[in-house]
């Protein structure tokens, strides 16, 4: 054994358990020793929705998640907000910068466990994405690429200002307000920030390939799943895999994700894991993968579907381990 290989042999962690915990992630992972994952990829919570998780700011102004004062006058086309929009008042504007914050609490031991040239896979919300990006920028990282997902159903949810106009009875507005919307274009794609751990200082990434088994990306697998190893993926789902959670990926293109950076038998990281499609590409693929959800409902349904995946083109495999819980 040489002297790198043993200096790394206490970090190779075989031995940590994988499948889906119950439990904090952020807490979880304080607890994995240093430099022992290959990838973390992680559909993390974007902070604009009203689900408990969701909710990673701390502004209880009444207009944030009811109506404003306007809207109220405005009557029953706009009966709740339904998300926080910014710059309504001070404790909106600074939902950001509360994101950002939340983001950092586990940036840095995201930083601590994975290897030197390790790669981290974030779906993150186009309108706190930056917010994301400088927390772990902040953290050590480097920030290596946005890639995008086209999302192929994708709701429009725009109002038309002259529906609005027209419920008000003020049919003149209604005609010079034709054509227009409140809101945002079709969200057609959802970002998928990419960051490299640094590899050690006077070293090459291709040293760091043979140390640590990560740091160049694999352009070979991700064509498996597209035309052209473009930053922008079209992955979708298959028909029979919806409906585990409101904010599931299709588990090729977490696949392809882990695919383009890991090789068989490493470790994937996922701590906030949702349904487990994470787990599911990971098993799929020949990757050893950690997951943690905190909601007991989403644990039960990775279960399930990490004890009837199948490894690719291979027969179903029943996980036979019992699955690690954190209480
Ligand atoms: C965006 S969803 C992930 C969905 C996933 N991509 C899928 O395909 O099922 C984020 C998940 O993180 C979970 N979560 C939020 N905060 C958490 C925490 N501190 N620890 C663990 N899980 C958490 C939520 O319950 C939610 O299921």
Redesign the pocket.
Known sequence: MSKEDEKLAPYLCESIPTGIRL????VGVRELPNSSVHLIAS????GIGTDD?DVLHRNTNSALLGSSPAQKRAGAIFKKRGKPINGWSNADRLIPKQYYEWCATWAKDWFRVLKPGGTVFI?AGRRYAHRCICALEDAGFSFKDMLAWLRDRAPHRAQRLSVVFERRGDIEAAERWQGWRVGNLRPAFEPILWFIKPYRIGTTIADNALIHGVGPYNEAALRRYVKRPDNILDIGFMPSEVG??P???PVRLMQALIEIATQPKQLVLD????????LVAAKNTDRRALG????PD?VRIAEQRLSSCRKAGGKPKVLAETIPRLS
Do not use: L, V
Request: charged share 15%; hydrophobic share 30%; proline share 7%.
């Open positions: 439990g904090d992630g952020i559909d993390i919570p974007y998780w779906f585990f959670h904010t599931q990926k701590p906030f894991a949702g349904s487990g499609t994470t943690f959800e905190i909601n989403y």
